[in-house]
């Protein structure tokens, strides 16, 4: 054996010991549970449903916009419950999967419609399957519009509907 090998061999065994209990630990189930306590909990999401957190917006911000005077595809008729604020909630919630209930997620999302973070798709926009017009372009309008302040108390609102009380 040489010098080289010897001296790799005990960092390729170290190496190779980690990566077996990794995949002992990871198909145990271990690793679900530790995904789950990042995620939203299963009490929040099974008491608030965001088809229903929306009206609670209003509710509570009744200036927000409502930008709710699409047209459905189905129906053609103007779309009144497919609000601003609904699909704000989906976009956040079921396509970037980010916890309802933290202050940061809600402050990405945000930035996300500002263009300052992610880059949002017309094809995976809610509303763009069941609206005849996308209202993504609308959507960014309406919260750019926004001041910080009702930007804030827009974040606040989420996260006190979303965290439960104790």
Same mark, same amino acid.
């Given at each position: 054996?040489?010098?080289?090998?010897?001296?790799? !061999?005990?960092?390729? !065994? $170290?190496?190779?010991?980690?990566?077996?209990?990794?995949?002992?630990?990871?198909?145990?189930?271990?690793?679900?549970?530790?995904?789950?306590?990042?995620?939203?909990?299963?009490? #929040?999401?099974?008491? #608030?449903?965001?088809?229903?957190?929306?009206?609670?917006?209003?509710?509570?911000?009744?200036?927000?916009?409502?930008?709710?005077?699409?047209?459905?595809?189905?129906?053609?008729?103007?779309?009144?419950?497919?609000?601003? $604020?609904?699909?704000?909630?989906?976009?956040?919630?079921?396509?970037?999967?980010?916890?309802?209930?933290?202050?940061?997620?809600?402050?990405?999302?945000? $930035?996300?419609?500002?263009?300052?973070?992610?880059?949002?798709?017309?094809?995976?926009?809610?509303?763009?399957?069941?609206?005849?017009?996308?209202?993504?372009?609308?959507?960014?309008? $309406?919260?750019?519009?926004?001041? #910080?302040?009702?930007?804030?108390?827009?974040?606040?609102?989420?996260?006190? #509907?979303?965290?439960?009380?104790?």
């Amino acid at each position: 054996m040489s010098k080289k090998s010897s001296f790799i !061999q005990p960092y390729l !065994q $170290a190496l190779t010991a980690l990566m077996v209990v990794s995949l002992l630990v990871f198909s145990s189930g271990v690793g679900k549970l530790i995904h789950t306590n990042f995620g939203i909990e299963p009490a #929040i999401a099974q008491r #608030i449903s965001p088809g229903e957190v929306w009206q609670q917006v209003y509710q509570q911000l009744p200036d927000f916009p409502r930008e709710n005077k699409y047209i459905d595809k189905e129906s053609g008729k103007v779309a009144e419950n497919n609000t601003l $604020a609904s699909r704000l909630l989906r976009y956040h919630v079921y396509v970037k999967e980010r916890a309802p209930n933290y202050r940061l997620d809600w402050k990405l999302t945000l $930035a996300d419609y500002l263009g300052a973070n992610e880059v949002m798709y017309v094809t995976t926009y809610p509303g763009n399957d069941t609206l005849r017009q996308n209202p993504l372009e609308g959507d960014k309008a $309406a919260i750019s519009r926004l001041n #910080i302040s009702q930007r804030n108390a827009l974040v606040q609102i989420l996260v006190n #509907i979303f965290t439960p009380k104790t």
